[in-house]
């Protein structure tokens, strides 16, 4: 657990980099929203997290279909996050 607040911040300032120089569309920044999103939910941070995997789902819906495995993925996590936010 103590790697967590460092992967979080690492993530939150590779997500800032990527959304100034690559864009908030681009494939890797909505990869890094996802992945961003599954750091606070191993810490517990459903409701900080869901926003970061919506954004990762919408990005994917959009570029890869609905059908897509990583979409479904996206999915997934969101659903996740949704049930154990509405729990808090």
């Not at 979080?8 to 929203?33: S, Y």
Request: net charge positive.
């Amino acid at each position: 657990l103590k790697q967590y607040p460092d992967a979080e911040q690492e993530r939150r300032a590779t997500l800032a980099v990527q959304e100034r120089t690559l864009g908030p569309a681009h494939a890797e920044t909505l990869t890094n929203c996802h992945n961003l999103a599954l750091c606070l939910r191993a810490m517990n941070k459903s409701q900080e997290a869901l926003p970061y995997a919506q954004r990762a789902l919408a990005g994917k819906q959009k570029t890869l279909g609905k059908d897509h495995p990583r979409t479904q993925a996206a999915q997934r996590l969101v659903d996740e996050l949704t049930k154990q936010a509405a729990r808090a």
